[in-house]
């Protein structure tokens, strides 16, 4: 019979973006309550990585540690570890898998080294990163998925590849840069804020999210006149992330000041 956490939990995200993934990691969560060991996820977007913590958080007896291959993966694998197990976990089972093409000839996006995965048949849930230069994608995967990755993927688009295992310890830590915003706004909508942190007017912002371009805290936004809050993430397909860093308040005609940080 399901734990009164695990009913809780998949309640609060049934009908959302999150649903299918708050019931994999409360079944994981559940199984590790049983055993007082550890078990570990697959790969989580940020939102997912924000369930797993919720989920940690309605379990006192785990806790939850993420690892993506590198220093600032935007996509993790959460491993849930009870209080009580004595030993020291394994790895993340993590691999990196190298292509590379003639870049002189070549221009391959994240858009077509995704959509090769996918086409081979792979998850997304098994891959994490996909860090793309001009002319080599560095993969994130499963362990197990690795060696598929070395003797299938030899074409990404109409451009041949070549692959091999590459170190993690190759991958430089992400450096994000930022750059801060001061803004005055109408509202806290969000099509006001997006339009704000991402310099453009509000009408485009609106025809943005009709399109399902940006996302709230990593869930779709249903609707222009959505309101978000201080620490608030703006993601928009194709231009970054925005955080809503400070609200600080209204001006004397009636506006109200923002900061907001672009991450570039």
Not at 72 to 95: C, K, L
């Amino acid at each position: 019979m399901a734990s009164e956490q695990k009913e809780k939990l998949i309640r609060f995200y049934k009908g959302t973006e999150g649903e299918e993934t708050v019931i994999k990691l409360v079944d994981l969560a559940e199984a590790v309550s049983r055993s007082q060991k550890f078990r570990m996820s697959e790969f989580l977007d940020p939102f997912g990585q924000e369930i797993a913590e919720t989920v940690a958080a309605n379990y006192g007896s785990l806790h939850v540690d993420f690892n993506g291959g590198y220093q600032g993966a935007e996509r993790n694998r959460a491993m849930y570890i009870h209080e009580d197990f004595m030993g020291t976990p394994g790895g993340f089972d993590i691999d990196c898998i190298e292509a590379r093409w003639n870049g002189q000839f070549a221009r391959l996006s994240h858009r077509d080294v995704l959509g090769a995965l996918m086409g081979l048949g792979i998850e997304r849930d098994r891959i994490g990163d996909l860090l793309v230069t001009n002319d080599s994608v560095k993969i994130l995967c499963d362990k197990k998925m690795a060696e598929y990755l070395l003797a299938n993927l030899t074409q990404i688009g109409a451009v041949g590849v070549s692959c091999e295992r590459a170190e993690l310890s190759s991958i430089a830590p992400k450096e994000e840069r930022c750059k801060e915003i001061r803004a005055t706004v109408a509202s806290l909508r969000v099509d006001s804020i997006a339009a704000s942190g991402f310099g453009s007017s509000r009408s485009r912002a609106a025809a943005d999210i009709a399109a399902d371009k940006l996302k709230l805290n990593w869930q779709p936004v249903k609707s222009a006149s959505q309101t978000v809050k201080e620490g608030d993430i703006l993601s928009m397909r194709g231009r970054g992330r925005l955080e809503v860093a400070e609200v600080r308040g209204t001006t004397k005609k009636g506006r109200t000041v923002v900061v907001l940080k672009r991450y570039l």
